[in-house]
């Protein structure tokens, strides 16, 4: 990969946001590839699809990309709060891809990774407030998403601090969360609800330390009376799929 943008593709370009998007659009063209079978190169959307900026000719798989300058950082800005929860809980929506990038002399990518669909729920989508009567889009709601709510499996680094990471690692690391599209929303919730306290621990951690996030977990799910229950289940169900290794005696470990 090389990680410089080519800067002569933005020469006739003056608009700041246009320029990034003509520069990292055409930089993840030419040096990305799909997480899910490696495919390379992926292709785009000719007609400017509202949904999707990259797919992948071989297996489907459809990406949207949100580049910004400078540190990944726990927030990222998207567009219009109502249409993005509309596209999380959509059959069609796409993975994303985050790319962050440094400008000195040269625009340089430093972070480059995929968030599979499968980890998006309405809960990481946190609502802006609407805009001021002063400007022209008065009342439009923003969102930003909340990068700390996804577990780290979730988050698939094709380069990270500007080391690139190789595509077996890639690909092994998305398809291993593969499993949760088959699951229905709610137990898709619930796992990655219990998922994201277990990254919280230790590499070794007992069942004792995951019942002490029952009462968050309450919280997030007030329908369900056997919180308990759902843990010691999900547990399993993360054991089941290699996330963690059951040791005995209610302990855990994570697999990398």
Same mark, same amino acid.
């Given at each position: 990969?090389?990680?410089?943008?080519?800067?002569?593709?933005?020469?006739?370009?003056?608009?700041?946001?246009? =320029?990034?998007?003509?520069?990292?659009?055409?930089?993840?063209?030419?040096?990305?590839?799909?997480?899910?079978?490696? &495919? %390379?190169?992926?292709?785009?959307?000719?007609?400017?699809?509202?949904?999707?900026?990259?797919?992948?000719?071989?297996? &489907?798989?459809?990406?949207?990309?949100? @580049?910004?300058?400078?540190?990944? #950082?726990?927030? =990222?800005?998207?567009?219009?709060?109502? &249409?993005?929860?509309?596209?999380?809980?959509?059959?069609?929506?796409?993975?994303?891809?985050?790319?962050?990038?440094?400008?000195? %002399?040269?625009?340089?990518?430093?972070?480059?990774?995929?968030?599979?669909?499968?980890?998006?729920?309405?809960? =990481?989508?946190?609502?802006?407030?609407?805009?001021?009567? @002063?400007?022209?889009?008065? #009342?439009?709601?923003?969102?930003?998403?909340?990068?700390?709510?996804?577990?780290?499996?979730?988050?698939?680094?094709?380069?990270?601090?500007?080391?690139?990471?190789?595509?077996?690692?890639?690909?092994?690391?998305?398809?291993?969360?593969?499993?949760?599209?088959?699951?229905?929303?709610? @137990?898709?919730?619930?796992?990655?609800? !219990?998922?994201?306290?277990?990254?919280?621990?230790?590499?070794?951690?007992?069942?004792?330390?995951?019942?002490?996030?029952?009462?968050?977990?309450?919280?997030?799910?007030?329908?369900?009376?056997?919180?308990?229950?759902? =843990?010691?289940? %999900?547990?399993? !169900?993360?054991?089941?799929? #290699?996330?963690?290794?059951?040791?005995?005696? #209610?302990?855990? %470990?994570?697999?990398?």
């Amino acid at each position: 990969m090389n990680l410089n943008f080519n800067q002569s593709l933005a020469k006739n370009y003056t608009s700041g946001p246009q =320029i990034i998007r003509v520069l990292s659009e055409a930089w993840v063209k030419d040096n990305g590839y799909c997480p899910n079978c490696g &495919t %390379q190169p992926l292709a785009d959307f000719a007609n400017n699809k509202p949904v999707a900026d990259f797919y992948c000719a071989t297996c &489907t798989e459809q990406y949207e990309l949100k @580049s910004k300058k400078a540190k990944l #950082g726990n927030l =990222i800005n998207d567009g219009a709060h109502k &249409t993005m929860i509309e596209r999380i809980n959509s059959d069609d929506n796409p993975n994303f891809f985050f790319l962050t990038y440094s400008k000195s %002399q040269e625009f340089t990518v430093n972070n480059f990774l995929i968030i599979p669909k499968q980890f998006f729920k309405p809960d =990481i989508i946190i609502k802006r407030k609407p805009l001021p009567k @002063s400007n022209r889009r008065a #009342g439009w709601v923003g969102c930003n998403i909340d990068l700390r709510k996804i577990p780290d499996s979730g988050k698939v680094f094709l380069i990270k601090n500007e080391k690139i990471i190789a595509r077996k690692s890639v690909t092994e690391q998305f398809q291993k969360t593969l499993f949760l599209r088959e699951q229905s929303i709610t @137990s898709r919730g619930w796992t990655l609800d !219990v998922w994201h306290c277990i990254d919280k621990l230790d590499d070794k951690f007992n069942l004792k330390q995951v019942y002490a996030f029952a009462d968050e977990l309450q919280r997030k799910h007030p329908d369900n009376n056997h919180v308990k229950d759902k =843990i010691r289940q %999900q547990l399993q !169900v993360l054991r089941d799929k #290699g996330i963690i290794e059951f040791l005995g005696r #209610g302990c855990y %470990q994570k697999l990398s």
